[in-house]
Nanobody, 123 residues
């Protein structure tokens, strides 16, 4: 059974870096053609795709966040991570990790999701 679980701090101060990790079980993140995604939903707003790391380690970012975002992976732990720099209160959101069967598809096509983690940016 494929499971994804986000972990990280629930509270981050403005101007600091947000770092989240997604631990995947039941499926290898190295499996050909699969893509591993981060998305977020700010309060009262729609889901926003943040970025993707593919099975081969290639990364893709939302242009609006690209200058502040980095996605990496630890294949020994079957994890992938998100770093978002210089956060502001506008980065307050529920953050999700999710799997897709191919690259750069709409989040509607993600087939497995983590439960989400609330992150609040506040001093």
């Amino acid at each position: 059974q494929v499971q994804l679980q986000e972990s990280g701090p629930g509270l981050v101060k403005p101007s600091q870096m947000l770092s989240l990790t997604c631990t995947v079980s039941g499926f290898s993140i190295l499996t050909n053609y699969y893509a591993w995604n981060w998305a977020r939903r700010p309060p009262g707003k729609g889901l926003e795709w943040m970025g993707t790391i593919s099975y081969d380690g290639s990364t893709y970012y939302n242009p609006s966040l690209k200058s502040r975002t980095s996605i990496s992976r630890d294949t020994s732990k079957n994890q992938f991570s998100l770093q978002l720099m210089s956060v502001t209160p506008e980065d307050t959101a529920v953050y999700y990790c999710a799997r897709a069967g191919k690259l750069l598809v709409d989040p509607d096509e993600y087939d497995y999701w983590g439960q989400g983690i609330q992150v609040t940016v506040s001093s």
